[in-house]
């Protein structure tokens, strides 16, 4: 019991995603976490930003000028500018595409803008790089069709298990995001449904008797060109097949379960009267039967030799 239980647990395949976060990659209006650092090493804010927005931006946001309704220095303390992460974005933005300062202004130097850019960033989401906070990581579930697809791959069942699931939340067009996906009470009901209709279907419960099926060779369902005689013997059992022509026999068979089938073949070879005589004298002119492992899944199936 303990091993199904464990197994039915495992169907229910809920996947965690890697979360990656990026330095800079920070949700806007989101606080310092608890512990972090409230500025950079070295405060990089007075060291490295603030000298630069004095030197290319003071001249029309700060000393008096606030044109675009930014007085920059106007902020008064490095908290002050955490509380407006949207104005500071745009600060970034705009920094980072060379929007600003405009095209008749003095124009800091590339390592000038990135220095600016990226101390601000660190500065405005409080990003200690000794000590980086990745922040949380979404646990996210399957959606229909990935959880379909992978109890097929894992189990072997050829059924949809998904068939009476409930649609899957959709946000931005895809129905695959973490943020979006939803654990209902009913999806979980579904999960549990559905782990036992997989397990009755891989694990068979019941005694499996061998059995055995003869099928006599010409009632078989013939393929390929027909050859000319095909029939080998007064009463009709014996088939002729031609490899020239490519033709063949199939059983259709039904599998209750995916399995391991024996097929054993009873046939003997006869050379054609134009072929050489070392051919013909290496030819099995007595029935012999040949035997092969044929793993079958569980679905109609077709034996073709």
């Given at each position: 019991m303990f091993r199904?239980?464990?197994?039915?647990?495992?169907?229910?395949?809920?996947?965690?995603?890697?979360?990656?976060?990026?330095?800079g990659d920070v949700a806007a209006g989101v606080p310092?976490?608890?512990?972090?650092?409230?500025?950079?090493?070295?405060?990089?804010?007075?060291?490295?930003?603030?000298?630069?927005?004095?030197?290319?931006?003071?001249?029309c946001h700060g000393d008096g000028m606030d044109k675009?309704?930014?007085?920059?220095?106007?902020?008064?303390?490095?908290?002050?500018?955490?509380?407006?992460?949207?104005?500071?974005?745009?600060?970034?933005?705009?920094?980072?595409?060379?929007?600003?300062?405009?095209?008749?202004?003095?124009?800091?130097?590339?390592?000038?803008?990135?220095?600016?850019?990226?101390?601000?960033h660190r500065e405005l989401y409080a990003i200690d790089l000794a000590n980086p906070d990745p922040g949380r990581v979404?646990?996210?579930?399957?959606?229909?069709?990935?959880?379909?697809?992978?109890?097929?791959?894992?189990?072997?069942?050829?059924?949809?298990?998904?068939?009476?699931?409930?649609?899957?939340?959709?946000?931005?067009?895809?129905?695959?995001?973490?943020d979006v996906l939803t654990l209902p009470p009913m999806l979980m009901e579904k999960y549990l449904a559905a782990t036992d209709r997989v397990l009755n279907a891989a694990i068979p419960t019941g005694s499996?008797?061998?059995?055995?099926?003869?099928?006599?060779?010409?009632?078989?369902?013939?393929?390929?060109?027909?050859?000319?005689?095909?029939?080998?013997?007064?009463?009709?059992?014996?088939?002729?097949?031609?490899s020239r022509t490519e033709n063949a026999l199939a059983v259709p068979m039904q599998s209750a379960t995916r399995a391991d089938y024996v097929v054993r073949v009873r046939a003997y070879a006869r050379p054609r009267a134009d072929e050489k005589e070392a051919e013909q004298t290496a030819a099995t002119t007595q029935p012999t039967t040949a035997e092969a492992v044929v793993r079958a899944p569980a679905r109609p199936t077709r034996l073709s030799i």
């Open positions: 199904l239980l464990t197994i039915a647990a495992a169907l229910m395949v809920l996947a965690a995603t890697t979360g990656i976060v990026r330095d310092a976490a608890p512990g972090v650092a409230t500025t950079a090493p070295g405060g990089e804010f007075h060291t490295t930003v603030l000298p630069l927005l004095q030197k290319y931006c003071y001249e675009g309704d930014l007085e920059m220095d106007g902020y008064a303390s490095l908290q002050d500018i955490r509380n407006d992460v949207k104005t500071w974005q745009k600060v970034i933005q705009y920094a980072r595409t060379q929007t600003m300062p405009p095209p008749k202004a003095d124009q800091p130097t590339q390592p000038e803008r990135d220095a600016l850019v990226e101390g601000l979404t646990v996210r579930r399957l959606n229909r069709s990935e959880y379909r697809n992978t109890i097929r791959d894992l189990i072997g069942i050829t059924f949809d298990p998904t068939i009476d699931f409930p649609q899957d939340d959709t946000g931005y067009g895809f129905d695959n995001i973490g499996m008797a061998s059995r055995e099926q003869r099928v006599p060779a010409n009632r078989a369902q013939r393929s390929g060109k027909p050859v000319a005689g095909d029939t080998d013997d007064a009463a009709g059992e014996w088939v002729r097949l031609s």
